[in-house]
């Protein structure tokens, strides 16, 4: 359950761990605007490599990256099959009754496929190199100069961070008061629907009072530690765009060039 | 003597419908001392606290911290810069993502700049013994661990005074232990200012001077040595004896004929000796 | 009720990276009727021996025996409704499981759950209520509007309410004022004494777990490393300094005197009254020698 909700970043030393969050952040948005440039083989392999020099550079096990895939695989099968039936042209492969195989549509929908799959593997490798914070430390940066227009960009990155650093003391919360309305002979795993949707009330309200008080005393305790929002506060980390940041958006920028020549 | 807070006929409640909580107080803090405020649950003890470093301020009185007035808008984060706070709940008060994040957390509201902000940051972390700990998530350390970060946070913004809210309560033996060696230190080696609000009269009993509350007044005040003199108040409202009292009086009920001056083991031991060499 | 463990094992997260044995090969009796403290440092494997009684967690290898109830590793899925009904267990902070709309009605959670008429639950509520000083005026309100002390005796009277025969007790006094901690700990004395309830105890406070126990249970690293009467735990005082625990304060200061008088004895003493006693033999005891 822990892996699963805190994002699985893994603490490397390499290129891609140390980038600057801004620039990853940049370089995953462009690449998935990029993804749409690709509509041919050449294209589609070119995207393919792109994303095995990322998690070579990144030195990340490919089984932490089929990990990441593994959730959605069902849906990229789901929509490789939809496509393979509903896309046409080209010469008719087999047909089955209405369906038609055709190899245009089978090209189609491996291109679909290999779509989805970039943009995870991309996505994935973000998380893996870039831990929580330093996202959260990105996009407030990024969006810094929405703060003009009044957007409340500071006070929504600190709910960020803080709301990741407590999902481990809530998940804890949760499995103790799990265990000791079990203790008292309710039961969450067995029984009708009806009777498991009332087992959820002597966990929620507990869970609830809790994080509220937790609330209460964490407001307190920024207080004394002289929080008073945005004005006049300093940052221990600093983003620091270095070459190798210029590297990677430079390297996107020539990705989207050779696609664009090389499209069809 | 220096007086660093003076509280003056300070009373608080919650609400216009609820009774005082606070009622009357008057009290000063001298630099340097460690001062205990001991009484049972709910005796107003943790209120006062907040008032000191004006979390909450008072309806009618006044506090004075380091020539500041709490009720002073324009000081007030000054005067919370003074006054470091430490709280019961470790874990509700840990608001970085990592142990470094967590100190850096005060000087950043202060607008320290990065390169003291780093300085600072080692250092804090040296004197609580957590600079191995430094890139630590809060989930894999202990609560006593968890304290000492919140204790490096407050000395990284140098402050003259140090409140412990019941710090200790929630911690096994041990991280009791650790804590409060970290902060008898920094009250011998930094002279740091230390309030520390308990009911463990064993604690207690190492202060330069106590405050006893109860049911919202202060009803006692002294020197450990002269408010152990007279036990039955204190056992009254609902505290117990430290353990050398405890003894001093069966002892005493035995037949042994000490005198009511021990207040730690150590003078019990010596006392029986003179007395027994001495028959 | 007797309780037993034999070769007990558990692993948190198998095959995880995350992996930790948490018991190693324990076993360890408990026998009906006794009060038995469990005590170790942090992280020694005392509340994951004590969630076992009741079936929250199960072993990873060897066999454990509440009663006629037996429960192996390697079993399929299990009903420890009947169980839970036998072993009371209140957790460390109970007052954050409470949520009902009103004291009474939390109180009778327990009982209903376990199949008990509405009007016998209601009685048994009552009666737990009483048990744990909580006067009549306060049933019918929130649980919320109760001070921290006032709603762990709900919580504990919750357990009560269904008339366990073996009550766990999972630090019951941390946080509390020394008022409310003499007031707790009387408390289960007082059933054990009277009812015969079998009480288990995981303390960090070592005066506790000598006065009220019959057995101290010593854990360390998952493992069991001591069992016995007080008086045979306690005065293996290097052994329990060596895994980080502590003796009772009144054998430190016994130890103090001692130490004065030349003696290198260890007098296990747990009352102040024992070991002011104590005090006056040795001091008689020196003067006799001189």
């Known amino acids: ?264 | 003597m220096e007086k660093i807070i003076e509280v003056s006929d300070l009373s608080y409640r919650y609400s216009e419908e609820q009774p005082y909580v606070l009622k009357n107080i008057n009290f000063t803090v001298n630099k340097g001392e460690w001062l205990s405020i001991v009484g049972h649950n709910g005796s107003g003890k943790s209120t006062l606290a907040k008032c000191l470093n004006g979390l909450i301020l008072p309806q009618r009185g006044t506090v004075n911290v380091g020539g500041f007035m709490t009720s002073d808008e324009e000081k007030i984060w000054e005067i919370r810069r003074l006054v470091g706070m430490v709280f019961q709940n470790p874990d509700n008060q840990f608001v970085g993502a990592t142990v470094q994040d967590d100190v850096a957390f005060g000087m950043e509201n202060h607008g320290l700049s990065r390169e003291i902000m780093a300085e600072r940051l080692s250092e804090a972390l040296r004197l609580v013994r957590m600079d191995q700990f430094a890139k630590s998530e809060p989930h894999r350390l202990s609560g006593g661990q968890k304290q000492r970060v919140a204790i490096a946070g407050i000395v990284a913004l140098q402050p003259l005074i140090i409140i412990m809210d019941e710090s200790t309560s929630m911690l096994d033996p041990e991280g009791r232990k650790e804590i409060i060696q970290t902060v008898r230190a920094l009250n011998r080696d930094r002279h740091l200012t230390v309030i520390s609000i308990t009911h463990d009269l064993e604690e207690a009993i190492h202060s330069d001077r106590l405050l006893v509350m109860n049911d919202g007044e202060l009803i006692r005040e002294g020197k450990p040595h002269d408010l152990f003199k007279s036990t039955a108040l204190l056992r009254k409202i609902g505290l117990d004896l430290p353990f050398a009292i405890k003894m001093r009086n069966v002892l005493r009920a035995k037949g042994v004929p000490l005198s009511d001056t021990a207040l730690f083991q150590e003078e019990l031991v010596d006392e029986l000796w003179t007395l027994h060499s001495s028959m | 009720m007797d309780i037993t463990f034999e070769h007990v094992t558990h692993v948190y997260g198998r095959k995880t990276p995350f992996e930790k044995l948490a018991l190693d090969d324990v076993t360890i009796r408990i026998p009906s009727g006794s009060f038995t403290s469990i005590i170790g440092h942090t992280g020694s494997g005392k509340s994951t021996l004590v969630q076992h009684i009741n079936g929250l967690l199960k072993p990873s290898e060897g066999k454990i025996t509440v009663g006629n109830f037996v429960i192996h590793a390697h079993e399929k899925k299990k009903d420890f409704k009947e169980l839970r009904k036998q072993v009371g267990f209140v957790f460390q902070y109970p007052e954050h499981q409470l949520f009902e709309e009103t004291i009474i009605k939390d109180v009778c959670f327990g009982p209903m759950n376990f199949g008990i008429s509405d009007a016998e639950s209601t009685k048994r509520a009552e009666e737990s209520l009483q048990l744990v000083g909580l006067p009549a005026s306060f049933w019918h309100r929130s649980p919320f509007e109760l001070s921290g002390g006032q709603m762990r005796r709900v919580a504990i009277a919750g357990v009560l309410a269904v008339r366990p025969q073996v009550i766990i007790l999972d630090e019951p006094t941390a946080g509390l004022d020394p008022k409310g901690r003499e007031e707790i700990l009387s408390l289960f004395d007082d059933l054990h004494a009277r009812l015969k309830l079998t009480i288990i105890m995981v303390t960090h406070n070592m005066s506790d777990a000598a006065n009220y126990s019959d057995q101290v249970i010593v854990m360390d690293g998952g493992k069991l490393l001591l069992a016995g009467s007080p008086k045979h735990v306690f005065l293996q005082e290097d052994l329990l300094r060596k895994v980080g625990l502590d003796i009772p304060e009144t054998m430190l200061f016994l130890n103090k005197v001692l130490d004065k008088a030349g003696s290198k004895d260890k007098i296990p003493a747990f009352t102040v009254d024992e070991a002011a006693d104590a005090v006056i033999r040795i001091l008689n005891g020196v003067k006799d020698h001189v």
């Open chain 1, 1 to 264: 359950m822990f892996n699963l909700v805190i994002g699985q970043y893994v603490p490397l030393d390499s290129y891609v761990h140390h980038l600057d969050p801004r620039s990853k952040l940049i370089g995953v948005f462009l690449f998935v605007v990029i993804v749409f440039l690709a509509n041919n083989w050449l294209t589609n392999i070119l995207m393919i490599l792109f994303c095995f020099a990322g998690i070579l550079l990144s030195k990340m096990q490919l089984s932490y990256i089929y990990r990441g895939l593994r959730s959605i695989l069902l849906i990229v099968l789901l929509t490789f099959v939809l496509n393979l039936f509903l896309a046409s042209g080209g010469t008719t492969l087999f047909s089955w009754g209405w369906f038609h195989v055709t190899t245009g549509g089978l090209t189609q929908s491996v291109f679909i496929a290999v779509r989805i799959m970039v943009i995870i593997v991309v996505t994935t490798l973000l998380t893996l190199t870039t831990s929580p914070i330093e996202i959260t430390d990105g996009m407030e940066s990024l969006l810094n100069p929405l703060k003009k227009i009044k957007m409340p960009v500071h006070e929504f990155a600190l709910m960020m961070s803080i709301s990741l650093r407590f999902i481990p003391t809530l998940l804890e919360e949760t499995e103790k008061i799990i265990k000791a309305q079990a203790a008292r002979g309710s039961d969450f795993t067995t029984g009708s629907l009806r009777g498991r949707i009332k087992a959820i009330v002597p966990l929620l309200v507990p869970l609830f009072v809790g994080a509220f008080k937790r609330a209460e005393d964490l407001a307190m305790a920024m207080e004394a530690r002289g929080y008073h929002g945005d004005d006049g506060r300093t940052k221990l980390h600093q983003l620091k765009w270095s070459w190798r940041d210029s590297l990677l958006i430079s390297a996107l920028v020539l990705l989207a060039l050779l696609l664009i020549f090389a499209r069809n």
